[in-house]
């Protein structure tokens, strides 16, 4: 379908103004944070609390969500976007606000390390780090479960993919399912959706170059810590919802991934939404039409943690 009047909108807004992978990293993530305002403010929750996680380097900030009337899911643990070098609890802060009102959910939106000055692997680190004292520490929280619950989007959607994996070989903490909102999972692809919206759609491809040059300098991106669709195996993956944007190039990246996970006989569910670009949940605002697909979202997630059928799976 063609691009939704909002998104249309945003690209020829965004279209008028430099990119920020062209701006000093500093100037970059300012520009965000400021962006960050006209998302809106989510939607109400019954209260939040700024805390520090504990990590094998120091601690990082997380910011957790809980809902006014609570459905007794596992708690999701959540990973912003931005290219692993901009971005913040500000960016994800109303998205995450959704995920906990529509699904009675707690949330823990962590702010992870970011590149250049912490490239790879240390935001994986964080992430590891943050998944075990969430299984610690569910119960303080007054989160149900049982295991954890990850999610992301984008850069975060990258991360959260990594911390699923691991959750197969480790006892520190179990991942019942992931959420993965147009996530980088690919980074060496350079076919299909990356060519064809490779300039246009709000984020370009070479965009994206720039931000995996930042995190992931001279490093394989067949790695599966890096490009978790690399993975040899994946058999054993916690259950997944894979949400992707018809004019993203991250697009066919994310639906072969949805595809190999089912072929390993994981239960995924995978959600295109048509006329929508790149991370068009985390927007808000600033794409009117992005709000009914977050309740889409959500409802497609508790049917995937229900264990009941796909909704609209591609």
Known sequence: MPLLP???RLIDMASDGPSLADMPIQQARLQLDTLAASFGTGDRVGSTADIDIPTPSGTVRARVYHPEDSSGLPPLLYFHGGGWSVGGL???DALCRKLTARSGGVVVNVDYRLAPENPYPAAVEDALAAAAWLSRNAADLNAGGPGILVGGDSAGGNLAAVVAQASRSTDEFTVRAQLLICAAVNLGHRRGSYVEFAKGYFVSTSEFEHWISLYAPDQDLSDPRLSPAA????AGTPAALVVTAEYDPLRDAGEEYARALRA????VSLFRVDGQVHDFPVLGDLIPEGDAAVDAIVDRWRA???????VNSA
């Open 304 to 310: 995937l943690l229900a264990g009941g059928p796909e």
């Open 90 to 92: 500000s960016t994800s």
């Open 264 to 267: 390993a006989g994981v239960d």
């Open 6 to 8: 909002g998104v249309q």
């Open 231 to 234: 993975a040899a195996e994946l």
